[in-house]
T-cell receptor
Framework: AQSVAQPEDQVNVAEGNPLTVKCTYS??????LFWYVQYPNRGLQFLLKYITGDNLVKGSYGFEAEFNKSQTSFHLKKPSALVSDSALYFCAVRVTGTYKYIFGTGTRLKVLA | DAGVTQSPTHLIKTRGQQVTLRCSPKSGHDTVSWYQQALGQGPQFIFQ???????QRGNFPDRFSGHQFPNYSSELNVNALLLGDSALYLC????????????FGQGTRLTVV
């Protein structure tokens, strides 16, 4: 079965410190990988994606993610966290040749002032 | 440029009733997908519409049906509502079948009582 795992329900980090939100996936076939952020009572907002090419991808608001094929991971990172980054983060995968996104269960990021 | 718009934003229905949710895709997008997000969970794929046809379906019963109109807007219909259908329903639009990201609406919060 194809799946996405976000092993941490919540990540706490102090403002100004680097942050990492973890994601691993299990799919058969080549994956397209995505990160989305969800603020309270809102839909999902696209942050970044990996399709092919350079394993380090940069996205919106200073976020970046590293694709690691051998570890089947796609961790989200930011060098310096802001209080306004506090939100719910979802990792998603779409297998090439299919149309649906498979989402993880989400990680709540709390940045402390 | 309006993004993905969904209506209504909130809805309360009684068990056994039927409901219709609506979605207008982002300008230039021709594909609409629907997702169900239960409280504390990641979004689950219901189905995707392209060229007015259902292109792929997730593991949802036939009580869930949809439609796409010539202007690419879409409806999600749910019959014989159950308490377990209470969730945030998200519409996502995209263009093409490559690695383009999907854009999500703000969702419709359905409560079944």
């Amino acid at each position: 079965a194809q799946s996405v795992a976000q092993p941490e329900d919540q990540v706490n980090v102090a403002e100004g410190n680097p942050l990492t939100v973890k994601c691993t996936y299990s799919v058969s076939g080549n994956p397209y990988l995505f990160w989305y952020v969800q603020y309270p009572n809102r839909g999902l907002q696209f942050l970044l994606k990996y399709i092919t090419g350079d394993n380090l991808v940069k996205g919106s608001y200073g976020f970046e993610a590293e694709f690691n094929k051998s570890q089947t991971s796609f961790h989200l990172k930011k060098p310096s966290a802001l209080v306004s980054d506090s939100a719910l983060y979802f990792c998603a995968v779409r297998v090439t040749g299919t149309y649906k996104y498979i989402f993880g269960t989400g990680t709540r990021l709390k940045v402390l002032a | 440029d309006a993004g993905v718009t969904q209506s209504p934003t909130h809805l309360i229905k009684t068990r056994g009733q039927q409901v219709t949710l609506r979605c207008s895709p982002k300008s230039g997008h021709d594909t609409v997908s629907w997702y169900q997000q239960a409280l504390g969970q990641g979004p689950q794929f219901i189905f995707q519409y392209y060229e007015e046809e259902e292109r792929q379906r997730g593991n949802f019963p036939d009580r869930f049906s949809g439609h796409q109109f010539p202007n690419y807007s879409s409806e999600l219909n749910v019959n014989a509502l159950l308490l377990g259908d209470s969730a945030l329903y998200l519409c996502a639009s995209s263009y093409g079948t490559g690695g383009t990201e999907a854009f999500f609406g703000q969702g419709t919060r359905l409560t079944v009582v």
